[in-house]
Every structure is written in structure tokens, then in C-alpha cells.
């Protein structure tokens, strides 16, 4: 099916990604995304191989706490924006299909 979690390259995606999740949830839970920088400490991409380009990162993040945080979740905090985290929690998140 060619699934990946989602990327984000502009404000706009990112505000169309939160719509999807509000339509399933009726909020804003905190929810996984396709960014990582497991390969590289502070080199972020996205799993779908896409630049990363954009990010809406909160105030102070990416902060790789504890030297575990190389995941991307999104709608963190009241400003519902991006977050690292270990990859280890259990959050929803949001996969795309890939055009062909």
C-alpha cells in the first residue's frame, strides 16, 4: 500500500495534518509524524525520504532529553506543535499514501 507516516513542508500541511486528527478525535492529542534524527544527532528527515525543510518545532525543541528523543510528534502542549520524544510511547499518528 506504500504507507509512511506523515511529513510536513509547510505550515499549511501541518494545519490540514491537525483537521485529519480533529475529524477522527475531536481534539488534538499528541500524535505521531514520519521526522527523525536516529540516523544523525540534529539532522532531522523525514521516513519518506523528503527534505526536511520545514518544522514548527515548540519553543526550546528539539532539546533530545536524556540523549533518547529522536521521534517527531506533533500537537504538543497548548501551541499543539512539534516535539522530540523517545520513540518508545504510544501515541496515535498519522500515515499518507504515497502518489504515484
Known sequence: MHLNL???????????????IYRSTH??????????????????????????????????????IGGREHCLHMNWTGLKCMNDKSCNYRYPFVCVKKRR
Open 6 to 20: 506523515a511529513s510536513v513542508h509547510s505550515l499549511g500541511e501541518y494545519r490540514k495534518i491537525q483537521r485529519v
Open 27 to 64: 481534539s488534538y492529542p499528541v500524535t505521531w509524524i514520519g521526522g527523525s534524527d536516529a540516523q544523525q544527532e540534529r539532522y532531522w528527515f523525514w521516513i519518506d525520504g523528503t527534505p526536511f525543510t520545514y518544522a514548527y518545532w515548540c519553543r526550546g525543541e528539539p532539546n533530545n
